[in-house]
């Protein structure tokens, strides 16, 4: 593990042995004077599932950004399997990681946005498969088999030829979701799948995560369903201002909080 860092041309901490999948080390995010993430430790092992819930502005979706390198910390560090996501070590120094090697970095993150962000003129089997045709992973069958797989295993496999307009706002965060799986990623981040959802939608997405994580898929989840995070979690982490409030399992934090804002929040759910 990496100890605390706070630029991109200091000297490299001490490596200790890993641990752990995901290691999230005293990273801070400010823009301007708003301090945004403020010295946020989480630790994740592989198959294991970390929801992240509180109050709205409280950093999480800033969090999950630093995690796949589209925002680079301020401060500490994300590693992947005990590799710094977004930077590269020269001459004993921390600076940021090419471009390139960057990408590959984060296809090894699959996310799964609010808000779809499919594209509309193509169809769910076109988004599937556009970017490993794009980037030359896979042929155009190999591309397409793989789709229409992942297309079954969350249900979608009858709608592959639909469009984005088509699908009902549950059947597009599937194909979402089936997308990030087509490059078989290490770790899924999922930012408030459901909250742009109508509710007689939200379960259908939510049984697709339940059998990710049943099957052993590493999740870091944003979210407001909080007995999705009591039943499917191992670890809830509460942030408020954006700090680390309070993190432990599910039972735990739900049944026996330890601190008074995590009370006051679970009360006003």
């Known amino acids: 593990m990496l100890a ?16 752990d999948l995901l290691e ?15 010295g946020v430790d989480v630790t994740l092992g592989e198959g294991r599932v970390a929801c992240l819930i509180g109050p709205s502005g409280s950093g999480k979706s800033t969090l999950l950004r630093c995690i796949n390198g589209l925002l680079t910390p301020d401060e500490g560090h994300v590693l992947l399997d005990g590799e710094i996501v977004g930077r590269v070590v020269r001459g004993g120094k921390l600076h940021d990681m090419p471009r390139k090697k960057l990408l590959a970095q984060r296809r090894r993150f699959g996310v799964v946005f609010q ?10 089997l076109g988004n599937l498969t556009l970017a490993p045709l794009l980037h030359g992973e896979l042929e155009r069958e190999e591309a397409e088999d793989r789709a229409l797989a992942i297309l079954e295993r969350v249900g979608l496999k009858h709608r592959a030829h639909a469009h984005p307009v088509q699908l009902s706002g549950g059947q597009q965060q599937r194909v979402a979701i089936a997308r990030a799986l087509m490059q078989r990623p ?3 981040l999922f930012d408030e799948p459901t909250s742009a959802l109508d509710p007689e939608l939200v379960g259908e997405v939510l049984r697709v995560m339940r059998e990710l994580a049943a099957e052993g898929m590493t999740m870091v989840v944003v979210t407001h ?12 982490v509460f942030l ?7 993190a432990g399992p599910p039972a735990e934090f ?16």
Not at 4 to 19: C, F, I, M, Y
Not at 240 to 246: F, H, L, N, R, S
Request: without cysteine; glycine residues 8%.
């Open 240 to 246: 408020a201002d954006g700090k680390v409030v309070e």
């Open 4 to 19: 605390a860092h706070d630029n991109t041309t200091g000297e490299v901490p001490v490596k200790q042995t890993r641990s």
């Open 186 to 188: 290490d770790v899924m």
């Open 24 to 38: 999230i080390v005293g990273v801070g995010k400010s823009y301007g004077d708003a301090k945004i993430l403020d």
């Open 225 to 236: 369903e909080m007995r999705f995070a009591r039943e499917v979690g191992d670890q809830v």
């Open 254 to 269: 739900f049944d026996n909080p330890s601190t008074d804002r995590a009370r006051a929040f679970l009360r006003q759910l």
């Open 115 to 124: 808000h779809f962000e499919l594209f509309p003129h193509l169809t769910a």
